[in-house]
Every structure is written in C-alpha cells, then in structure tokens.
C-alpha cells in the first residue's frame, strides 16, 4: 500500500489578520445580553462586571483607559476593567487585548475547609498536628520570603528549593553530582538571604532569582521545595 503524504500550502493574502482575545465564558455571556452584568461584579453595589484584561505590550491600565476604559493597573500586562456588556464588546475589539477574563476575588477559607474534612477531630484524636513531616512540592513558582513558608522567627521554613530557571553552576554546591540543570538551595542559605535582605545588603550567595534585586513579590519560575516544619 502507497503510502499518502498530504502537503498543505498556505498562501499569506496581506498581514495576518489578529487573533481574538480569550474570553472567559461567563463573561462572554455579559458581552452578549444572555447574562446580567452584576452577575460578575464585585457585590460592593457598582454593578458593572468586574473582568481582569491582558493587554499586550505592557502598560495595561494606561492603554485602557486611553481608549475610554474605567481600567485599574494590576501588573503591567494585567489591569482590572469595570464594564458593562456594550463596553465588553468593545473591549474585545480592542486592538492588543489578549485576555478578558472574569475576575474571580478569593478569600482564604482553611478554617472552614479544615473543619469539613474533619481536620481537627482528626488531631485530637491522634495527637498529630503535622509536626516533623517533609512535605514535597512540585510547582511553577513558590516565594521562599513568603510568611507562610518562614517560622515565627524569620527562618525559612523549606528544607531544600530547586530552582530550574537558573543555570548549573558547578561552584554551587560542587560536592553535590551534576544533575545537569537548575541550582539547589538549601535552608541555611535561603536564611543567609533572607537575613541579608532584611539588612539591606546583596546577599552572597545571591537569591535564587539572581536578577531580583531589590526582591520582588513575584514568585521564581520554576522550583521544588520541601517545607520544614516550624521549630518547637
């Protein structure tokens, strides 16, 4: 049997034409009548949706409102836009909006999703909180300044943080074998830094993220962590 190649040819009539933004559904639905507005607002009594807009290029809020949008900086690629379902339309014709999604305002919950699950009675009866136990993480990003992953004292609380968007550097932990990518910090230095930093000093050795100085909130691309429990 012959075997069959297909070979598609495209041919460019002019530029391309731009790509339509990414809508998320809900919003769509305001954009076309088929959902009341307030559906998607914040409940503080504007009743307007409340979307967050990519915009390409940076300068989000600026470009937004330039182009008559009630727009609020958020970074400079995102900004959070109050508009109704003609001001949607408009906005996903908007030449450089990449994004309209809606914007989803999460609060922390632990203390009532621990008690569903049974969290505490589960402590009380077992007499365990967690203490001592290493916890894996795999993720895009974590932020070793963080208050949640640091002790009452400051200390990090990450027993080790591979950092894959840096390159090996063999004078880095050399006694370690090279594992061919990324970089490995330890609690001790992650403490070093975190100290150094809050001296306003350049720590030596330098943060994971090497160019992120003065520290920023941003969390570094990619790392795996472990987290160290609290000290007694």
Do not use: K, N
């Amino acid at each position: 049997m012959r075997a069959r190649v297909a070979i598609a040819i495209v041919i460019g009539l002019g530029g391309a034409a731009a790509a339509a933004p990414v809508i998320s559904p809900r919003a769509r639905m305001v954009a076309r009548g088929l959902l009341d507005a307030a559906a998607i607002s914040d409940g503080t009594g504007d009743l307007r949706a409340l979307v967050t807009v990519r915009v390409a290029g940076g300068a989000a809020a600026a470009t937004l409102r330039a182009a008559g949008f009630d727009a609020r900086e958020l970074t400079a690629d995102f900004a959070a836009v109050r508009a109704g379902a003609d001001e949607l339309r408009a906005l996903a014709a908007l030449s450089g909006v990449l994004s309209i999604e809606e914007r989803r305002l999460l609060y922390p919950a632990l203390d009532r999703s621990a008690a569903a699950v049974g969290a505490p009675a589960a402590r009380a009866e077992l007499g365990l909180d967690g203490r001592g136990v290493a916890v894996g993480v795999v993720d895009t990003g974590i932020d070793f300044r963080h208050a949640d992953v640091r002790a009452a004292d400051g200390r990090t609380r990450i027993l080790a943080l591979l950092d894959l968007a840096a390159q090996r550097d063999p004078r880095h932990h050399p006694e370690l074998a090279d594992y061919g990518m990324g970089e490995i910090w330890l609690a001790g230095e992650l403490d070093s830094v975190l100290a150094a930093e809050a001296a306003g000093i350049r720590p030596s050795p330098p943060s994971p993220r090497r160019a992120d100085w003065p520290p920023a909130t941003a969390c570094p691309p990619a790392a795996t962590s472990a987290s160290r429990p609290a000290p007694s």
